[in-house]
């Protein structure tokens, strides 16, 4: 059944493998779509594939497996 990430709430300490997964994630989206101006707030990843999509809504609604890292933890390793 899939959970709802509670308002304000942050994950808890990242797997530094999965938070390398997101930023290439990001990076990719960008470099694919360099015309994409609209800023997702995160992506939702897979714990066990690696395999994540870039979130633009709301907060999103995970299943068991999945994570979702907050753009503010991406961001600052890729400048």
Known sequence: MPSQLPEGALPT???P?????????YRTYYEVHP???????GI??????????LIFGDR???LPNESF??????????H
């Open 69 to 78: 890292i907050p753009i503010s933890q991406i961001e600052p390793g890729l």
């Open 17 to 25: 493998a999965l938070l390398k997964s997101a930023r290439q994630i």
């Open 44 to 53: 939702a990843i897979s714990t066990k594939t690696h395999r994540g999509k």
């Open 60 to 62: 999103p609604v995970l």
């Open 13 to 15: 300490a990242l797997n």
């Open 35 to 41: 015309e994409d101006v609209q800023r997702p707030i």
